[in-house]
């Protein structure tokens, strides 16, 4: 079996800071690499030439994809990995991309990036956000990026009916460490804006002006419709853009837009592997409302497996509130109460919280255990519905002195004393 060579294609400028790092990452493991300084003035420069490695030149012009093309035009291998200065892969990883490379017959496939609060990716790094990036594929295919910023590679790739799978490969991207996140943010806005406002309009630049505006913007679904029905709009570029609007679906709206009903932007979406947490949320909030509940059980688990952030950060109290309750309802207290125990770990004990504890702790007929949990923070009463404001204070009328703690405060005596919670 003939073994594929490897090339890696970067670009760069001015990262004299991770350099070294990165050529000790990746020299070992690659068959060709292709630099490509796009106006550095630093010492970067004089770090490779002690490598012994040559550079490409290509001057910088706001815009990603012509210099990232450039870099691609001069790789020697079947294979490119597209890989930042900043970005770092283990050695266990690029056994595994050695491994399918060799075997697999696809032409494309998505990596595991993983975003870092700070330098250290080597052990216990601090996890920033984590995505899947389209980073691995075959040379000599005539793939090219589109888009200025945010480049993207999929379009060409599908255009040509290229097979593009998921793989488990790690990037670790040091990029947002030290508080730079901010600042690569605003200059990609800043990108967006220039070119958008010169007039271009492609697919790619259209959804991206749309995740500018989406959350503060009514004008971010006729964005993303108009992404979708552009001319070019194909594949995974028009699958993300349906993600997009089920995502505001799912936050603003259970209804869907012109022709798109949730079920056709659930079936678009579900096209792009990388979304599909976004598909199983939808698709469990439909079996959910028609009181499914071991079927939505499963999609809410699903919907947690498959969700990276933004959309962990947006939904993830939804799913763990909708576990431990349909778990309650099929009369699992154990595992319901599971599920609360992490909602307040990961989200934060807030009443929501609290509450559905309490209730938990009553169904067990664990009536100090309800008492004790509400009495750590009463507080938390002012937010609960007027419902349950009542049916707490008509539980702890009804528990009277039998409910007594080692101060000497009672079940009956916490009710008067709460009583600026009970009509708030």
Request: hydrophobic fraction near 40%; include cysteine.
């Amino acid at each position: 079996m003939k073994i594929p060579k490897l090339s890696i294609c970067t670009i760069f400028r001015d990262e004299a800071d991770y350099l070294t790092e990165f050529l000790d990452c990746v020299t070992p493991y690659c068959d060709d690499l292709v630099l490509v300084d796009t106006g550095s003035v630093d010492s970067s420069q004089s770090m490779i030439q002690s490598y012994g490695l040559s550079c490409h030149s290509f001057p910088w012009v706001d815009d990603f994809s012509l210099a990232r093309n450039y870099s691609l035009s001069h790789a020697k291998g079947d294979w490119i990995l597209q890989l930042d200065c900043d970005e770092r892969v283990r050695p266990e990883d690029f056994l595994k991309l050695r491994h399918f490379i060799t075997h697999e017959s696809c032409d494309a496939a998505f990596v595991k990036i993983i975003n870092t609060a700070d330098k250290n990716w080597k052990s216990d790094p601090v996890v920033f956000s984590k995505q899947q990036g389209l980073r691995l594929f075959r040379n000599h295919k005539g793939y090219q990026y589109q888009n200025p910023i945010h480049e993207n590679l999929a379009p060409s790739i599908e255009a040509a009916h290229g097979v593009i799978l998921v793989s488990d490969i790690v990037i670790w991207h040091l990029g947002y460490a030290d508080g730079l996140s901010q600042k690569k943010l605003k200059r990609n806005q800043e990108l967006i804006h220039k070119h958008w406002n010169q007039g271009l309009r492609t697919p790619s630049l259209v959804f991206y002006k749309a995740m500018l505006d989406f959350d503060s913007s009514e004008k971010a679904p006729a964005l993303l419709l108009e992404c979708m029905e552009m001319e070019g709009s194909l594949g995974s570029l028009r699958a993300r853009a349906a993600a997009r609007l089920l995502c505001w679906c799912l936050i603003y709206s259970g209804s869907g837009y012109k022709n798109y009903s949730c079920q056709r932007l659930q079936e678009m979406a579900m096209e792009h592997a990388p979304d599909r947490g976004l598909v199983y949320l939808s698709m469990a909030r439909d079996s959910f409302d028609k009181r499914q509940l071991q079927q939505a059980q499963k999609l809410f688990l699903l919907a947690e497996a498959n969700m990276g952030n933004p959309d962990r950060k947006l939904f993830l109290k939804e799913i763990l509130d909708s576990l431990g309750t349909i778990a309650a309802l099929l009369g699992n207290t154990k595992e319901a109460t599971a599920w609360f125990e992490r909602y307040a770990r990961d989200i934060g004990r807030d009443w929501i919280c609290v509450l559905n504890l309490m209730r938990l702790r009553v169904a067990d007929r664990d009536f100090f255990g309800a008492v004790w949990l509400l009495r750590q923070d009463p507080a938390q009463i002012a937010g609960m519905p007027k419902s349950a404001r009542a049916s707490i204070r008509q539980l702890l009328n009804a528990l009277g002195d039998t409910v007594k703690f080692e101060d000497g405060v009672t079940a009956r005596s916490l009710e008067t004393q709460w009583l600026e919670y009970w009509d708030s």
